[in-house]
């Protein structure tokens, strides 16, 4: 849809929707590669923690716990940073807090989505940012 406006400026949270909307899509479309091409089991989206939000949570074939982060990339250097230190510090605090607390093998990936909708999974990908 085509804003009703000519001063190439978004309307005032045009872009945060937008890209939330683009975010709860890249979503989808992790779930389904996790559930489809790789034989995990869904167990919710978009659960709110006191350490914050999980994208994905999922149980593997082998019956481990699956963290999912998903990000959107836009271009090639998105795919070698696709997340901050400080996203990093908040993602390990809820790796934390899942590995003290559930009786399952726990593990975080990322789910990184190109605008072509390609989908990178990058395996545990905290223990190379803080090892």
């Known amino acids: 849809m ?13 872009k945060s929707s ?3 909307s683009r ?18 089991i869904f167990v919710t989206q978009n659960l709110n923690l ?8 999922l149980i593997s074939p082998e019956g481990e716990l699956v963290v999912v982060e998903v990000k959107s990339v836009n271009d090639e ?22 590995v003290a607390t559930s ?6 990936h990322l789910a990184a989505v190109n605008q072509q909708n390609e989908i990178v999974v990058f395996e545990d990908f905290l223990a190379d940012m803080f090892s």
């Not at 899509?25 to 995990?40: D, K, M, Q, R, Y």
């Not at 006191?50 to 994905?56: A, M, V």
């Not at 009786?103 to 975080?108: E, K, L």
């Open 23 to 40: 975010g709860r899509f890249c979503e989808s479309l992790a779930a389904n590669h996790f559930v489809e091409n790789l034989g995990h």
């Open 103 to 108: 009786p399952r093998a726990c593990r975080m």
């Open 77 to 98: 250097l998105s795919w070698r940073a696709p997340v901050s230190k400080s996203q990093a510090l908040r993602l390990k605090r809820v790796m934390d807090h899942f």
């Open 50 to 57: 006191y350490f914050g939000e999980i994208d994905l949570l």
């Open 18 to 20: 937008l890209n939330n």
């Open 2 to 14: 085509v804003p009703p406006f000519t001063t190439g400026q978004p309307l005032p949270g045009l």
